[in-house]
Protein backbone atom coordinates (compact mmCIF):
# COMPACT_ATOMS: atom_id res chain seq x y z
CA UNK A 1 0.00 0.00 0.00
CA UNK A 2 1.01 3.31 -0.45
CA UNK A 3 2.62 6.03 2.59
CA UNK A 4 0.28 8.20 3.67
CA UNK A 5 0.80 11.04 5.38
CA UNK A 6 -2.02 13.04 7.96
CA UNK A 7 -3.57 14.47 4.62
CA UNK A 8 -3.85 11.58 3.26
CA UNK A 9 -1.35 12.19 0.80
CA UNK A 10 0.68 9.10 -1.32
CA UNK A 11 3.70 8.98 -2.21
CA UNK A 12 5.40 6.92 -6.17
CA UNK A 13 5.40 3.20 -5.53
CA UNK A 14 7.77 1.91 -8.43
CA UNK A 15 6.77 -1.46 -9.41
CA UNK A 16 9.36 -4.65 -8.75
CA UNK A 17 9.51 -4.87 -12.97
CA UNK A 18 10.45 -1.31 -12.96
CA UNK A 19 8.25 -0.61 -15.95
CA UNK A 20 6.25 1.77 -14.23
CA UNK A 21 4.67 3.14 -10.78
CA UNK A 22 1.49 3.99 -9.16
CA UNK A 23 -0.01 6.05 -6.63
CA UNK A 24 -3.21 5.92 -4.48
CA UNK A 25 -4.86 8.85 -2.16
CA UNK A 26 -6.64 5.82 -0.61
CA UNK A 27 -9.97 7.25 1.28
CA UNK A 28 -10.22 10.91 1.67
CA UNK A 29 -12.81 12.76 3.61
CA UNK A 30 -14.39 15.42 0.87
CA UNK A 31 -13.76 18.92 2.94
CA UNK A 32 -13.97 22.49 1.17
CA UNK A 33 -10.34 23.34 1.22
CA UNK A 34 -8.32 22.61 -1.73
CA UNK A 35 -5.98 19.66 -0.47
CA UNK A 36 -3.33 18.13 -2.04
CA UNK A 37 -4.10 13.61 -2.35
CA UNK A 38 -1.02 12.57 -4.22
CA UNK A 39 2.07 14.27 -4.51
CA UNK A 40 5.07 13.24 -6.49
CA UNK A 41 8.25 15.04 -6.70
CA UNK A 42 10.27 13.45 -8.81
CA UNK A 43 8.48 10.58 -11.49
CA UNK A 44 11.96 9.37 -12.19
CA UNK A 45 14.57 9.35 -14.69
CA UNK A 46 12.44 8.32 -17.75
CA UNK A 47 9.05 10.12 -19.33
CA UNK A 48 5.93 8.61 -18.19
CA UNK A 49 2.94 7.86 -19.37
CA UNK A 50 0.33 8.61 -16.84
CA UNK A 51 -3.53 7.19 -16.17
CA UNK A 52 -5.37 8.74 -13.41
CA UNK A 53 -8.72 8.20 -12.02
CA UNK A 54 -10.68 10.52 -9.73
CA UNK A 55 -14.58 9.31 -8.20
CA UNK A 56 -16.20 11.66 -7.21
CA UNK A 57 -17.37 12.10 -3.72
CA UNK A 58 -20.35 9.89 -2.84
CA UNK A 59 -21.68 9.31 1.29
CA UNK A 60 -21.13 5.32 1.78
CA UNK A 61 -23.87 5.32 3.78
CA UNK A 62 -26.49 6.70 1.41
CA UNK A 63 -25.18 6.65 -2.27
CA UNK A 64 -27.97 8.99 -3.00
CA UNK A 65 -25.88 11.75 -1.77
CA UNK A 66 -22.77 13.21 -3.28
CA UNK A 67 -20.69 16.06 -3.95
CA UNK A 68 -19.26 18.89 -6.32
CA UNK A 69 -15.44 18.18 -6.75
CA UNK A 70 -12.65 20.06 -8.67
CA UNK A 71 -9.90 18.20 -9.51
CA UNK A 72 -6.41 20.07 -10.33
CA UNK A 73 -2.90 18.43 -11.95
CA UNK A 74 -0.20 20.49 -11.68
CA UNK A 75 2.75 19.84 -13.39
CA UNK A 76 5.96 21.33 -11.50
CA UNK A 77 3.80 23.53 -9.96
CA UNK A 78 1.66 25.05 -12.95
CA UNK A 79 -1.71 23.66 -13.69
CA UNK A 80 -2.22 21.63 -16.56
CA UNK A 81 -5.82 19.93 -16.41
CA UNK A 82 -8.82 20.40 -14.75
CA UNK A 83 -11.81 18.50 -14.38
CA UNK A 84 -15.50 19.45 -12.31
CA UNK A 85 -17.03 16.16 -11.12
CA UNK A 86 -20.59 16.01 -10.20
CA UNK A 87 -21.62 12.82 -8.19
CA UNK A 88 -24.76 13.80 -6.57
CA UNK A 89 -28.28 13.23 -8.23
CA UNK A 90 -28.68 11.15 -10.86
CA UNK A 91 -26.95 13.63 -13.88
CA UNK A 92 -23.47 15.04 -14.11
CA UNK A 93 -19.89 12.91 -14.71
CA UNK A 94 -19.21 10.86 -11.48
CA UNK A 95 -15.85 10.55 -12.35
CA UNK A 96 -12.53 11.66 -14.16
CA UNK A 97 -10.12 9.91 -16.34
CA UNK A 98 -6.92 11.68 -17.39
CA UNK A 99 -3.93 10.58 -19.78
CA UNK A 100 -0.88 12.82 -19.98
CA UNK A 101 2.77 12.32 -20.69
CA UNK A 102 4.77 13.28 -17.59
CA UNK A 103 8.31 14.21 -18.76
CA UNK A 104 11.56 12.80 -16.68
CA UNK A 105 12.17 14.27 -13.51
CA UNK A 106 8.86 15.88 -13.55
CA UNK A 107 7.25 16.97 -9.88
CA UNK A 108 3.56 16.20 -9.73
CA UNK A 109 0.87 16.94 -7.78
CA UNK A 110 -3.18 16.14 -7.65
CA UNK A 111 -5.44 18.72 -5.87
CA UNK A 112 -9.07 18.40 -4.90
CA UNK A 113 -11.74 21.08 -3.84
CA UNK A 114 -15.23 20.10 -2.65
CA UNK A 115 -18.15 22.20 -2.65
CA UNK A 116 -19.31 21.03 0.49
CA UNK A 117 -18.25 18.05 2.84
CA UNK A 118 -20.30 15.37 1.89
CA UNK A 119 -18.98 12.01 1.85
CA UNK A 120 -15.20 10.23 0.16
CA UNK A 121 -13.16 10.03 -2.93
CA UNK A 122 -10.38 8.18 -3.90
CA UNK A 123 -8.00 9.19 -6.40
CA UNK A 124 -5.38 6.47 -8.29
CA UNK A 125 -2.47 7.30 -10.57
CA UNK A 126 -0.14 5.09 -12.62
CA UNK A 127 2.68 5.60 -14.67
CA UNK A 128 4.04 3.61 -17.67
CA UNK A 129 7.94 4.11 -17.90
CA UNK A 130 8.20 4.63 -22.08
CA UNK A 131 11.40 5.00 -24.10
CA UNK A 132 15.13 3.09 -23.69
Known amino acids: MAIENEFGLSSQQVLKSNIGWWASSGQITADTNAKPVISITNVGQRDSLVEIYFSGAIDNLDLSLGNTSKLE ?6 VIYQ ?35 TGTHTTIMRGHFVGV
Open 73 to 78: LYLNDT
Open 83 to 117: AKVISSGATGQMYANVICFIPARGKVRIDITDAAP
